[in-house]
Nanobody, 128 residues
Framework: QVQLVESGGGLVQAGSSLRLSCVVSELTCNLYDCYMAWLRQAPGQEREFVATINWKTGTARRAAAVQDRFSIFRGSAKNTVYLQINSLEPRDTAIYSC???????????????????WGQGTQVTVSS
């Protein structure tokens, strides 16, 4: 069973930066495109797509609402994807989860319903 483990969340002040990490126990992208995504769910809100990256090509897509402050990238560590968040705002407070999908299209990659492997999430709380 594939496992995803997130880390890097915490309580920070507005204006700060955070780098979230997600380590995947196994990643096989030889035959199919693999997409790793970050999604978030704020209290009382629906889960929303934040960013995704094609593991083989490195092509990334971000939600329009976070393009200026968030970036997703693969790290040098094995099977690790990062979410860099700059200029944090209180409205960024949420549980941030990473997810993995195989064999989906670029368009599908921005829809959380296509992801079938999920981590437990890491809490990010931004104080004003």
């Amino acid at each position: 069973q594939v496992q995803l483990v997130e880390s890097g969340g915490g309580l920070v002040q507005a204006g700060s930066s955070l780098r979230l990490s997600c380590v995947v126990s196994e990643l096989t992208c030889n035959l199919y495109d693999c997409y790793m995504a970050w999604l978030r769910q704020a209290p009382g809100q629906e889960r929303e797509f934040v960013a995704t990256i094609n593991w083989k090509t490195g092509t990334a897509r971000r939600a329009a609402a976070v393009q200026d402050r968030f970036s997703i990238f693969r790290g040098s560590a094995k099977n690790t994807v990062y979410l860099q968040i700059n200029s944090l705002e209180p409205r960024d407070t949420a549980i941030y989860s990473c997810a993995l999908a195989y064999g989906i299209t670029t368009m599908q990659a921005t829809d959380d319903h296509w992801y079938n492997h999920w981590g437990q999430g890491t809490q990010v709380t931004v104080s004003s």
